[in-house]
Each structure stands twice: as C-alpha cells, then as structure tokens.
C-alpha cells in the first residue's frame, strides 16, 4: 500500500492543482519528468535561478534535482544566459555549418581521452542509439550487452532490463525483459543482460564474443551509484581481448565525475562514449565521441551523396549541433575547464548531506541510506547494506522513497522521488543546511505517519 500522502501538500497549491488538471486534459501524462510517481499535490514551477526553483504558487525550494543533472551551473547561470542570449540575436538554428559546433566539439575532444571525432544530437537517448548502431557497423554483428539496471534512454534497445524492469532470471544469468509494451521481441534478441560487476558477466562477454558488437555500461551505475573502477579495467581487459567494443554512457558521467568524466576518472578509454546533459548547458543535447578507428563506418567526407554511395552511417538531425545548444555547451565547458576547483566543492557539499543525515538516521534508527559518489546520490530506505542494483530492487524501499520526496517539497527542497539528487556549483553552504534539516524534518513526520 502506498503510504498516505495526499493530503500533505493539499491546499499549499492552488494554481498548481489548476494547472494539474488542465495537464490531465491535453497531456498524455501529465507530468513527464519528475516527480516520477505523480501525487496529487505538485508544484508547478514558475521560474528559477541559481540553486533554487519557485512554483506557481510563490513557494520558494532547494533545487537537488538540477533537471536530473544537466544544471551543473545551477539554473540561468549569467554565462551561460549571456552565451545563449548572444547566440540567439544571430538565428536559433541554421542547419547549416556554423563555426559553434566545431567550437563545442574541439572542447570535447581536448577533454575526452577516448574522443578523436565527435557528432552531435539532441538527447542522451540520441547518443547511445547512435554509438550502438556504430558498433554494429564496425564489427558486422548484431548483439549488444549491458548491465541489468543500466540506463541508456528509451529507444528499443535501450529500454530492455533496464532501472524501473523487473530483474528477471539467476542474479548471476539476468534474462533480458522490456521495460515498456512495445519493444519488439526481435529486439529484445538482440540484447545481452550482464548482472553488474560479476565475474559470470565477463565469462559472458567471452563466450558470446562472436555475435557482440559492443558492450555498454556507465561509468558510474545510476541505479547503484559506487565505485565501479577496478571493474571497469577489468572490462576493458576482456572487451579488448576479445574484439569487441567498448562504450561508456557518460550522459550523467561525462564533465560531472570531474572535467573529463568517468574514462578521465578511472583512466579507462572506451572506443566510444555518449553524452548529453552537462555539456548542452541546460538546452537538449546529445553527442556520440570516439576513437577514430572505432567511429570509422560515421566518419563522413562531408558529401552525404558520396557518403551513402560508401554506406556511411546516417548521423544527421535538423537540430543536431544547433548554435543555441553549441553555445550554451561551450560556456558551460570553458567554465568548468577554467574553475577546476568546482569539482572537490560540489563533492564536498554532497558528502556533508551524506554524513549528516546518516549520523541523523543512526541516532534515531532511520533506514536511510544516500548512497553514491562525486556530487550525486540516490536515496533508499534499506535495513541492511546493499551489495548490488538487484538489492536496490524493493518495492516498500520505492514507496517509502516516493513519500520522502513530497515530504521534502513540503519541508522546502524540491528532491525528485526515486531519482538521483544532483549538487550543483552553485549550491551554498545554507542551502546544505536547508537540504540536510529537510531530511531530518521529513523523516520525523514520515515517523508520525506511520510511513517510516
Ligand atoms: C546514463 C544515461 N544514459 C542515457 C540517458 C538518456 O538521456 P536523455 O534523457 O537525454 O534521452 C540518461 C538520462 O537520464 C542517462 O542517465
């Protein structure tokens, strides 16, 4: 049963709950993004600015979802608005060539160990629909593994086995399910589930290697948020071994687990890598890096005719590489390239929330657990310590995390049910004190409800 909550935020929001039903009329859900399991009561936002959002209804929040992680820069930083506002008086997109996006490309490459080429879409889902498609072009086979858990967008590839799936099959022998109706079984073929971080999952790779193009896992699970480094070499060791490519969906990783993500992090060079987020500098974004050899069959002579009479891979989009979103990526690049000292700063401030709330749940016997690394946590309500995604997987766990998030709302910080918090640059010390006495407050009245 879900724990009664509806009544929390009743009567607070006005104009939001006006809002809300016009949504049911003309949407298909009416909200789309966050927060995931709809109350009845949500804020609607009006504006915002730096680390904080205000809805509708004039209340002021926190922001910890940070548009689940593009924000790094907090909302409207002036560099990036002064970037867009500049791009914008010269034409919002051409879909010609414009010198931005070598601008925004040439920063990738300078930051990206695994990036000699790099192309650009319009979301994360994009990219990784791209980079599988690459590696089944350059290797002639079909198959692509990921971990159970793992994220990748929502196109037919991406959303098998996926975070909200159920795991289906042995822990160590994960059978491949859909996340959504839809996904052709012909498709769901195509995809090999590995359970995350398991030796089975290297056997796997091995014994399959023939019919894999590729491998992908992010640098950093979202659906389990630790340290996965030793693994990755461990990965990168068998992928090389046995031919088949790597790929790092850095969408949340890249610029985030410091200026040159997750492969510049645990010195671990994919063949190709994806993006998004961070680098469109709050505009949709997507992009595809690589090494040459591995980008080969995309590399296009500029000649889209002569391109097709080579069979070269189509990579184009009417948006894709827009001036808007190269200029806004870029300042958002130059500036996190120039202030390095961002990264241990939004890392500390992630790590004072984990550690106070945590003293705060052992003094009063709270299950909470934040769990995760660099400037991103996830929270969960688990007894004992999890060892892995699967452990994750627990239905009173999601219910429990859904109320703490309306009760967050209400205590004032606007944090996404079941999804990751985000720490932003611009984040205060205040705003941590905010954070962390949102916690503590909702969890006490989540304790006098019965909820916790
Ligand atoms: C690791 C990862 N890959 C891909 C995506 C898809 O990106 P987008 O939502 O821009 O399509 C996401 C989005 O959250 C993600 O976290």
Redesign the pocket.
């Known amino acids: 049963m879900a724990p009664e909550i509806d009544s929390l935020n009743a009567g607070r929001l006005p104009k939001s709950g006006e809002i809300l039903d016009r949504a049911k009329q003309s949407l298909l859900s009416p909200i789309v993004t966050g927060p995931l399991r709809t109350p009845k009561n949500i804020p609607f936002i009006a504006k915002a600015q730096g680390s904080h959002v205000e809805d509708v209804d004039g209340h002021d929040y926190v922001d910890i979802t940070m548009a689940?992680?593009p924000l790094i820069l907090g909302h409207s930083h002036p560099v990036v608005v002064e970037a867009i506002e500049r791009a914008c008086r010269n034409g919002t997109v051409y879909a010609m060539a414009h010198e931005h996006e070598v601008r925004l490309a040439e920063l990738m490459i300078d930051a990206i160990p695994c990036a000699d080429r790099v192309a650009f879409c319009?979301?994360?889902?994009?990219?990784?629909l791209h980079a599988m498609r690459i590696a089944r072009a350059k290797t002639g086979r079909h198959k692509i593994a990921k971990f159970e858990g793992?994220?990748?967008?929502?196109h037919d590839y991406?959303l098998v086995s996926s975070m909200l799936s159920d795991p289906t099959g042995p822990a160590e022998q994960p059978v491949s399910v859909p996340e959504t109706p839809g996904i052709p079984q012909a498709v769901i073929d195509q995809v090999v589930t590995l359970s995350y971080g398991s030796q089975a999952a290297l056997d796997t790779i091995r014994e399959r290697a023939h019919e894999l193009a590729a491998v992908i896992i992010?640098p950093v699970p979202?659906s389990y948020p630790v340290d996965i480094g030793d693994y990755l070499r461990e990965l990168r060791r068998v992928t090389s071994e046995c031919g088949v490519l790597l790929i790092f969906?850095?969408?949340?990783?890249g610029f985030r687990l410091g200026y040159g993500g997750g492969q510049a992090h645990y010195d671990v060079t994919p063949d190709i890598a994806?993006y998004?987020?961070v680098m469109g500098g709050g505009l949709?974004?997507?992009a595809v890096a690589g090494t040459l050899d591995a980008m080969q069959p995309a590399v296009g002579t500029g000649d889209m005719i002569q391109d097709r009479i080579e069979g070269k891979l189509l990579l184009i989009g009417t948006f894709s590489g827009n001036p808007l979103t190269s200029c806004a990526g870029a300042a958002t690049l130059e500036y996190l390239r120039d202030h390095p000292e961002i990264y241990p700063r939004m890392e500390a401030m992630a790590s004072r929330i984990k550690d106070e709330v945590h003293a705060f749940c052992r003094e009063e016997g709270y299950d909470l657990r934040l769990i995760g690394l660099g400037s991103w946590f996830l929270p969960h309500f688990m007894e004992v310590e999890p060892k892995g995604p699967r452990d994750l997987r627990d239905t009173a766990s999601y219910l429990k995390g859904s109320a703490l998030g309306e009760y967050m709302r209400y205590h004032g910080v606007y944090a996404s049910d079941l999804h990751i918090a985000f720490v932003s640059a611009v984040h205060t010390n205040e705003d941590v004190d905010r954070i962390v006495g949102a916690f503590q407050a909702s969890l006490t009245d989540m304790r006098k409800e019965g909820i916790v």
């Open positions: 689940y992680g319009n979301s994360g889902t994009e990219a990784t793992g994220y990748h967008g929502v991406a992010e979202s969906d850095e969408v949340i990783t994806t998004g987020k949709p974004v997507g």
